[in-house]
């Protein structure tokens, strides 16, 4: 997730754990809010958070962090914007189904 920061900003724009936060911040010279602005996030479990943005979108984020015994750490975001043949309501319904997949004891969504 660290590697080449591109895991650490995409997890900073849904989840506010401090060692996300200090990575984006020592990896980037001015400091990213953390949520990204306009997204309302609502924390599912320690590793799973929904939002919804200004503009309409819904998304979920599953995260794990990296260890001290070296594992990497992974973050998959998963969105969905309303609009053509999706519905606000369909999209909380994909959402609501990976959130609950997300973290299953099988494996999780990686």
Request: proline residues 7%.
């Given at each position: 997730m660290w590697h080449g920061a591109i895991g650490s900003v995409s997890a900073c724009s849904?989840?506010?754990d401090l060692v996300v936060v200090d990575e984006v911040n020592r990896v980037y010279p001015k400091s990213i809010r953390c949520p990204s602005a306009g997204r309302r996030v609502t924390r599912v479990n320690?590793?799973?958070a929904t939002?919804?943005?200004a503009d309409g979108a819904r998304g979920v984020g599953w995260?794990?962090?990296p260890s001290a015994q070296g594992a990497d750490?992974?973050?998959?975001?998963?969105?969905?914007?309303?609009?053509g043949i999706l519905t606000p309501a369909d999209c909380?319904?994909?959402?609501?189904?990976?959130?609950?997949?997300?973290?299953?004891?099988?494996?999780?969504?990686?």
């Open positions: 849904i989840f506010d320690p590793r799973v939002f919804v943005d995260m794990v962090l750490g992974f973050i998959t975001v998963l969105t969905c914007r309303p609009g909380d319904t994909i959402v609501a189904d990976y959130a609950a997949r997300a973290d299953a004891p099988a494996g999780g969504a990686g």
